[in-house]
């Protein structure tokens, strides 16, 4: 079955790095878009990012764009976020999700939560 | 930006009522080219990441039970619950895929009355 795994969150300060990791499993990672979206606490959805199947084209959302990179390794079957000059409004739980053949996300990983806090 | 806007903010509804949440985008989001609103719509009980319920505005995901339906074209959307059930609790969100960046409505809280 598919699975999405994220880790790597955690307490940051303001102005510093995390790198997030999705572990796939079950599916052929390597056949599949992949982005990056996240959910502020008691609030709704926001895209940040996804990557083609081969690792080009990326896109970001506007927020984020110069400060996060994302990444994949297909050989290892996961998907990375580097997520550089965090600032609080960055506090969320980020997901990575697999992209359907019709483009929406049809496999969501559980999350992983970022605070960026002094 | 595709920006889009869904209502009501929350909706209560007795069980085995009818729940019907409206998504409304700022530009059309339907390709000429294949006939297709690029518009999907997710279920997110608390605790939990969304679920993929409807894609298309109205091709059901596999699995989702067929008292969810979607409907609309162009920038008017509807998620129609025919009959709700104790399980539907939760927070729905409308989602395009037309353009980047992809954009979600701010989600729909449906309770039991």
């Known amino acids: 079955q598919v699975q999405l795994v994220e880790s790597g969150g955690g307490l940051v300060k303001p102005g510093g790095s995390l790198r997030l990791s999705c572990a796939a499993s079950g599916f052929t990672f390597s056949d599949y878009y992949m982005s990056w979206i996240r959910q502020a606490p008691g609030k709704g959805l926001e895209w940040i990012s996804y990557i083609s199947s081969s690792g080009s084209p990326i896109y970001y959302t506007d927020s984020v764009k110069g400060r996060f990179t994302i990444s994949r390794d297909n050989a290892k079957n996961s998907l990375y976020l580097q997520m550089n000059s965090l600032r609080a409004e960055d506090t969320a739980v980020y997901y990575c999700?697999?992209?359907?053949?019709?483009?929406?996300?049809?496999?969501w990983g559980q999350g992983t939560l970022v605070t960026v806090s002094s | 930006d595709i920006v889009m806007t869904q209502s009501p903010d929350s909706l209560a509804v007795s069980l085995g009522e009818r729940a019907t949440i409206n998504c409304k985008s700022s530009?059309?989001?339907?390709?000429?080219?294949?006939?297709?609103?690029?518009l999907t719509w997710y279920q997110q009980k608390p605790g939990q990441p969304p679920k993929l319920l409807i894609y298309?505005?109205?091709t059901r995901e596999s699995g989702v039970p067929d008292r969810f339906s979607g409907s609309g074209s162009g920038t008017d959307f509807t998620l129609t619950i025919s009959s709700l059930q104790a399980e539907d609790v939760a927070v729905y969100y409308c989602q395009q895929y037309y353009s980047t960046p992809r954009t979600f409505g701010q989600g729909t809280r449906v309770e039991i009355k």
């Open positions: 999700a697999r992209h359907h053949y019709s483009g929406s996300f049809d496999y």
């Open positions: 530009q059309s989001v339907l390709y000429n080219s294949n006939n297709k609103n690029y």
């Open positions: 298309w505005a109205s």
